[in-house]
């Protein structure tokens, strides 16, 4: 069963490497790592020449944004598997696309997630944010503006065939309106594994300052109403409440 990981990224050449370590370091044996630049002028080309002798494919070009880029590494993925490492994100350990494969030898299942560090954009050892997820119950998304942590979610590749990519009318929730419409539309058959998979820097675009971040809910504010779902006056209020005990700063165990 081949994983594709598709890699984003513009300008990212100062912590693009260790994501292309993290992907390269995976003890699973039919990885497609696919890396979606947007044109970068930063030398992340010779990155890609220098530490990227198991990237499969290469794309450097300008794009409309990031979930433009992740439609074009979908465009170029061949895997069953399909999941997403950006250039801010490594893999917890090195049997993490193993794990994900044994979970997804069973048949019955669409995708899997898992849990997720956010951690210090310098020192990837210090936890800023903890993502814990949960089971997904119907009608989540919607209710409590719940989606599972992005890059910790491997979906078979034919969701996306049929059920469409990355709407780009959404610049920062576009991975909520995926989740929103593969989970509480379409009810695809998930399994969460309470364990951490990916660490991830903070200071994403979606996270970047307080405008963003109520940007952000109102475009899944947006995203709910598009698909004609009824959507509780609160919906903005409990999202943001359902965030707020991922905060703490803690050591991270790399035992």
């Known amino acids: 069963m081949k994983i ?9 050449a100062v912590t693009l490497g260790d994501t292309l370590a993290s992907v390269a370091s995976q003890d699973y044996p039919d990885v497609e790592h696919i890396v979606i ?3 970068s002028t930063d030398g992340t080309r010779e ?3 220098r530490e990227g002798g198991h990237v499969k494919v290469f794309v450097s070009e300008p794009d409309k944004g990031i979930y433009d880029a992740m439609n074009k590494g979908l465009a170029h993925a061949s895997g069953e598997l399909v999941g997403f490492l950006n250039s801010d994100d490594v893999y917890t350990h090195s049997g993490v696309l193993s794990r994900i494969a044994g979970v ?3 048949t019955a299942l669409d995708a899997c997630y898992a849990n997720l560090y956010f951690v210090d954009p310098v020192r990837l050892d210090v936890v800023r944010r903890v993502w814990r997820s949960r089971d997904y119950e119907p009608g989540l998304c919607v209710r409590r503006g719940w989606m599972p942590a992005h890059p910790t979610f491997y979906a078979r590749r034919e969701l996306y065939l049929k059920h469409g990519g990355f709407n780009l009318d959404y610049s920062l929730q576009s991975d909520f309106d995926m989740a929103l419409r593969l989970l509480d539309i379409h009810g695809i058959r998930t399994r969460f594994v309470p364990e951490f998979w990916v660490r991830m820097r903070m200071g994403g675009a979606s996270n970047a300052s307080v405008r963003n971040v ?4 109102l475009e899944a504010w947006r995203a709910v109403r598009a698909h004609n779902i009824p959507v509780p006056p609160w919906f903005i209020l409990v999202k943001l409440a359902s965030r707020l005990g991922q905060f703490g700063k803690r050591s991270l165990d790399l035992g």
């Open 47 to 49: 990155l890609i020449e």
């Open 37 to 39: 630049d947007g044109g």
């Open 104 to 106: 997804m030898a069973d």
């Open 214 to 217: 109520l940007r952000g809910n």
């Open 4 to 12: 594709s990981v598709i890699t984003v990224c513009y300008n990212s």
